[in-house]
């Protein structure tokens, strides 16, 4: 059985740091390319990070570059997302997405930066 499971996200500061992670099991992760998506209420859920199946390429939107960083541990079948300098306007559910032939998605873990 496939699952995603995020973790990490919560209520922080502007200006403050949160880690998530999403643990992997039930397929090969490190055959897997990671994303990290978000959704704020009302909008359309967008990508945050990329990561290919050996964390040799990673990409990122232009509104998360150079505070966020994406990473796995293909040994702990889990990636992650380190979110620094957050703003009121990262908060959102972040969802972790594994894609090869198949797509499998996290449940989702909510983020609220707000002072």
């Known amino acids: 059985q496939v699952q995603l499971g995020e973790s990490g996200g919560g209520l922080v500061q502007p200006g403050g740091s949160l880690r998530l992670s999403c643990a992997a099991s039930?397929?090969?992760?490190?055959?897997?390319?990671m994303s990290w998506y978000r959704q704020a209420p009302g909008k359309e859920r967008e990508l945050v990070a990329y990561?290919?199946?050996?964390?040799?390429?990673?990409n990122y939107a232009n509104s998360v570059k150079g505070r966020f960083t994406i990473s796995r541990d293909n040994g702990k079948n889990t990636v992650y997302l380190q979110m620094n300098s957050l703003k009121p306007e990262d908060t959102a559910v972040y969802y972790c997405?594994?894609?090869?032939?198949?797509?499998?998605w996290g449940q989702g873990t909510q983020v609220t930066v707000s002072s």
């Open positions: 039930g397929f090969t992760f490190s055959n897997y390319a």
């Open positions: 990561i290919n199946s050996i964390g040799s390429n990673t």
């Open positions: 997405k594994a894609q090869r032939l198949r797509i499998y």
